[in-house]
């Protein structure tokens, strides 16, 4: 595996910045679109561009052909990737607090750890590791506050927190079996992976939906904007992660995306800042930092051993 670099440390905190300020377009768009089509135009645009700048480099996915299990782990990562995380989360918003569904995104990193541990060469777990990820979950519980494990008082609520956890355990997986993947064009993957998914969610928008809404154009630019960027844009960049550095490492995205979430909430929608915020982002950030210790402590060494030789010479 490849040793975490200060590039790797910019492209996680750039996902969580994306997929934090994520929130706020998708209240955006479900103001002139159903859930399950948001879901579908979201992957879709985010598919027409992943494939048009693959096919553009070449067309080609993997370096060797796949053996028939392999196959098989791409469709089915295809489908835990995008297609049915999305359409949980969309159903299970309407019942439950988006606190819980906060809280259930911030458990995908708990989940991947002992994933990681028995399917991943080079993740064991350890107990600094284990540590560290815990702090870091309570962190976000304190962030996102009472309505973490509040009741919505809705009839569905239980079957709605289900389908949350149930997303959260389709990306932990789904990062598992993607770095099992042999030798792959990360742009080649992320455009399948999407186009997987299009062909999943659309139809399934038919069937309970119908077709789609005529949608003005502020609702098609929020959907554009969505499929673009914290689709297309940053599924290639989780590949980018998860391929060289491994699942563990990437979930720690699920810690900042609540942070980015409040703090963008309290820029653009005058949200109130609580007092605990920075007791909670205390707790992230040392929760981060325990888990990642011998990442932060190789990092460090090697720009201090650089700057020493620029200084020798």
Known sequence: MTDITGRHWLMIAVLGLTWGGTFLIIEIALRGITPFWLAGARIGFGAVLTTAIWQFRGGRLFVAPLLPSQKLSLWVLG??????????????????????????????????????????????????????????????????????????????????????????????????????????DPIGLSAVLLLIGACAVIPVALVVEGLPPAINTKTLVAVAFLGLIPTAAASVLRVAVVRSVGPVFMSLVNYQVPVWSVLLGAVFLAEPLSGTMVWALGLILCGVGLSQYGALARLFGARSAKLRQKAQT
């Open 79 to 184: 489908m835990l990737s995008s297609a049915i995380p999305f359409m949980l989360l969309s159903w299970g918003q309407q019942f439950v607090t988006s606190g819980f569904a906060g809280v259930s995104m911030a458990s995908i990193a708990l989940i991947v750890l002992p994933l990681a541990h028995f399917f991943v060469p080079g993740e064991q777990l350890t107990w600094r590791r284990a540590l560290g990820f815990g702090i870091g979950f309570v962190g976000v519980s304190i962030l996102i506050g009472g309505q973490a494990f509040s009741s919505s008082g809705m009839a569905l609520e239980l079957p709605g927190r289900l389908a949350c956890v149930s997303a959260a355990c389709c990306y932990a997986i789904g990062s598992i079996l993607m770095r099992r993947l042999p030798a792959v």
